[in-house]
Nanobody
């Protein structure tokens, strides 16, 4: 069984920073792209940032210059969030496309971690 687990959410004042982490575990052969999404109350889930196995990154316009996505290793993706704004308040989800040891392609989601930015 393969799963994703996020950590690092919490409450922070506007202008502050938080670092989210997501670890993939289980019978993993390889991981392609890893992404962070977020969903604010009453809004649709949106892509925040992604990073490929080769290290290429992309960001939503709303977070460019403030957020940085990185991979510590094959199975861990981080999201460093600086200069946080109240509008960044949301549940943040990690997702990944994983090839497991049985060579099955899996699209997985973590359980989500809440980020609350107070004004």
């Amino acid at each position: 069984q393969v799963q994703l687990a996020e950590s690092g959410g919490g409450l922070v004042q506007a202008g502050g920073s938080l670092r989210l982490s997501c670890v993939a575990s289980g019978s993993i052969f390889s991981i392609n792209v890893m992404r962070w999404y977020r969903q604010a109350p009453g809004k649709e889930r949106e892509l925040v940032a992604q990073i490929t196995s080769g290290g290429s990154t992309n960001y939503a316009d709303s977070v460019k210059g403030r957020f940085t996505i990185s991979r510590d290793n094959e199975n861990t993706v981080n999201l460093q969030m600086n200069s946080l704004k109240p509008e960044d308040t949301a549940v943040y989800y990690c997702s990944a496309f994983i090839l497991d040891l049985a060579r099955r392609n899996l699209g997985l989601w973590g359980q989500g971690t809440l980020v609350t930015v107070s004004s």
